[in-house]
């Protein structure tokens, strides 16, 4: 799903706020030899992902040639997933399994336009920031479990463009 709410402020002047999320949840079940892995026991498997998303975003017509533009964006993701053996009556569970990352970025851009829209010069930047916690790895052998947590340092982009227009 997603909401979003745009208004617009002036005639110059506008913003815009949406909010989408996603969930997933699947479930699968394998008898002896199963059918996916070739599990010898019964085995019941949750699989569960979200990702979260906010933006904001303001527009501003600055001049008849200029228009400016900032915002804000925060992402959120998440996935778990259980395995359990379910032979007999109380299933005993088989591993689990989290990881969750979360990132988020602002921006500002300026556009110009010259020679009647013609030439047109832009001017933009971003600093985006991640971070992630350590997965949990529990139950069966984790090959990844030694790997901890990696965060990447804050990115730091900018760009400068020039177009021209020849009709």
Same mark, same amino acid.
């Given at each position: 799903?997603?909401?979003?709410?745009?208004?617009?402020?002036?005639?110059?002047?506008?913003?815009?706020?949406?909010? +989408?999320?996603?969930? /997933?949840?699947?479930?699968?079940? &394998?008898?002896?030899?199963?059918? @996916?892995?070739?599990?010898?026991?019964?085995?019941? &498997?949750? #699989?569960r992902?979200?990702t979260? %998303?906010v933006?904001?975003?303001?527009?501003?017509?600055?001049t008849?040639?200029? #228009?400016?533009?900032?915002?804000?964006?925060?992402?959120?993701?998440?996935y778990? +997933? @259980?395995?359990?053996d379910?032979?007999?009556?109380?299933? #005993?569970?088989?591993? @689990? /399994?989290s990881?969750?990352?979360?990132?988020?970025?602002a921006?500002?851009?300026?556009?110009? +336009? %010259?020679?009647?829209?013609?030439?047109?010069?832009?001017? +933009?930047?971003?600093?985006h920031?991640?971070?992630? &916690?350590?997965?949990?790895?529990?139950?069966? #052998?984790?090959?990844? @479990?030694?790997?901890?947590?990696?965060n990447?340092p804050?990115?730091?982009?900018?760009?400068?463009?020039?177009?021209?227009?020849?009709?």
């Open positions: 799903g997603a909401v979003r709410f745009h208004h617009q402020v002036a005639p110059r002047a506008s913003w815009t706020l949406s909010y +989408s999320p996603v969930n /997933t949840r699947r479930p699968f079940e &394998d008898g002896p030899g199963g059918v @996916r892995f070739g599990t010898p026991q019964n085995v019941s &498997d949750r #699989i992902g979200e979260d %998303m933006q904001a975003r303001t527009d501003l017509l600055l008849a040639e200029t #228009i400016a533009s900032a915002g804000y964006g925060g992402e959120g993701e998440s778990a +997933s @259980r395995s359990h379910t032979r007999g009556g109380q299933p #005993i569970e088989l591993s @689990r /399994t990881a969750e990352q979360r990132n988020q970025s921006f500002a851009q300026i556009q110009h +336009s %010259m020679l009647g829209n013609r030439l047109q010069l832009g001017l +933009s930047g971003r600093v920031a991640f971070r992630t &916690d350590a997965p949990s790895f529990n139950g069966s #052998i984790a090959p990844f @479990r030694v790997t901890g947590t990696v990447p804050t990115a730091w982009t900018g760009d400068v463009a020039v177009s021209y227009f020849h009709f």
